[in-house]
């Protein structure tokens, strides 16, 4: 898992989405490809004093140091030991910003077609996950997808 195993693309098909999907505990949650530059392996994080609990370090990626977030520790959950499934969704934003999130193990990416995306309900019981960005209803149930500006950014 070590090399660049993503593929840079526009994130759309003719006919939705194209979508990575990942695990954090038994939940399923997803990212658009748009955003994500490639996975790698976990990887020796440097810790940096005085920055915020979720944020776990930096890694050098040629010779780019970028910041690493765990999504356990950004939900509000315990952290695990990293296993061999755990990797690194380095993700990169408009300017060529990146940002690593550390996810317990990478499913696949599927085409999400637009009639099965759907915005997540206003009922502040139901939608208290801030970094939802909308629901995702397939034949193998519901999936979430997440607000990549918001978990980072926020």
Do not use: W
């Amino acid at each position: 898992m070590g090399e660049n195993n993503a593929v840079k693309t526009t994130g759309y098909a003719a006919d939705g989405a194209e979508v990575l999907f990942f695990n954090i505990g038994e939940t399923i949650y997803g990212i658009e490809i748009k955003y994500i530059n490639e996975i790698i392996g976990i990887e020796q994080i440097t810790v940096v004093p005085k920055i915020p609990d979720h944020i776990k370090g930096v890694i050098n990626i040629r010779g780019k140091v970028v910041p690493v977030i765990s999504v356990r520790k950004r939900f509000g959950m315990d952290e695990i030991p990293y296993d061999d499934r755990t990797c690194i969704i380095v993700l990169e934003f408009e300017g060529g910003e990146q940002v690593g999130i550390i996810v317990d193990r990478v499913q696949e990416v599927i085409v999400v077609k637009q009639g099965d995306i759907s915005k997540t309900p206003d009922s502040k019981n139901v939608n208290t996950n801030r970094y939802i960005k909308s629901i995702i209803n397939m034949d193998s149930g519901i999936r979430l997808l997440l607000d990549c500006d918001k978990l980072i950014l926020d």
